[in-house]
């Protein structure tokens, strides 16, 4: 158990589970980090770890530094009519990381990712169950495509985030959300619903 | 005048050069950039900046850090027929990336665009005058057109980078060359090609 005393003692103990849960997240995966591991390897009882983190779920988010639950936020956005998914997806997507808080955090995880391996690891857990596994399978997709799906949506909403925000390349820098998601959705229908060659196909299907 | 003596003198010179020309290539942009401007910040001849680094463009590749020049790379991928420009394009840049030597060369490159500010605008510059410059207007596109169509293809070739060398999704990540360029192409095909909606305009052309 950390050292007694009030706040600097509460504020050990936080990061010494944060440091415990990055490093077992990073080591066993998502689904094979358990509370109890985490605990352990903090050297405090799980239920600190629930009192502190509430949820498995809610520490892996704290851990990641998300600022939000792209789960949750992308919730209205995955109801309605489904020809624009992928413009309320874009549009959705862009709020995020156009507002000035969250754009900050979230754009703090990719710094990370870039700097160290084991953020790196981390961006793949998050992407892989907040993204893939939380919202690809809620759409209309084959479940043995959601892989390959998820990582080629990523590839686009990644790549749009260093351009917009890091390398800043005029226009998409600067250019209003309601453009952005014009020139993008497309590309995203295509990666989410339209068909794509198979693994070691023929470039083209029928082509 | 660096300090005088052989080997460490000329270090220490080729540093200083490389430091004013990231400082002077970052704050004026490749076309500001003097060749007498960047050997006045490292306080040395401008004949001795041709000498260790020949013109302003080996210089600002040597700033940059990269392995190759994409405008030379591309070139034979940019003959021939121009139906399979997209996949030869994605193809060649594959060959870049999965090669150990350059891709990690590459690789840093992006790494250290996310980390410094001046280093995102290195590498914006990189982009703007080897790739878009060099490489698009060789292209039949409108040249109205070239920056939108370039930021594009650029947010589609980063976000691979991140996702297949970085972040490491699968199967992104270890897909064959021959499938990431099935996957892909077709984005590449639109951004550069296809008609895309006008800036403030309806989502759709027509739609």
Chains 1, 2 share one sequence.
Do not use: C
Not at 10 to 38: C, H, M, V, W
Not at 45 to 74: C, E, I, Q, S
Request: proline share 9%; net charge neutral.
């Amino acid at each position: 158990m950390a050292r007694t005393g009030r706040r600097p003692g509460n504020q050990d103990t936080r990061e010494a589970i944060l440091r415990a849960a990055r490093e077992t997240f990073a080591e066993k995966g998502y689904d094979g980090a358990s509370i109890r591991t985490i605990a352990a390897g903090a050297g405090v009882d799980p239920a600190l770890v629930h009192h502190y983190f509430g949820t498995k779920d809610d520490l892996f988010l704290a851990t990641v530094g998300a600022p939000l639950d792209p789960a949750v936020v992308v919730g209205a956005a995955l109801e309605g009519d489904p020809d624009g998914l992928p413009e309320r997806l874009i549009r959705t997507f862009l709020g995020v990381w156009d507002n000035p808080v969250t754009g900050k955090a979230a754009l703090a995880i990719v710094r990370s990712a870039v700097q160290h391996e084991l953020s790196a690891r981390m961006m793949r857990e998050f992407v892989t169950t907040r993204i893939i596994r939380r919202i690809l399978t809620r759409l209309p997709i084959d479940p043995a495509e959601i892989p390959r799906r998820g990582a080629l949506l990523a590839s686009q909403a990644v790549g749009l985030i260093m351009v917009r925000y890091v390398i800043k390349l005029e226009p998409l820098a600067s250019a209003p959300p309601e453009d952005v998601v014009a020139w993008i959705a497309p590309t995203i229908r295509r990666y989410l619903f339209e068909p794509l060659p198979l693994p070691g196909g023929p470039a083209e299907p029928g082509g």
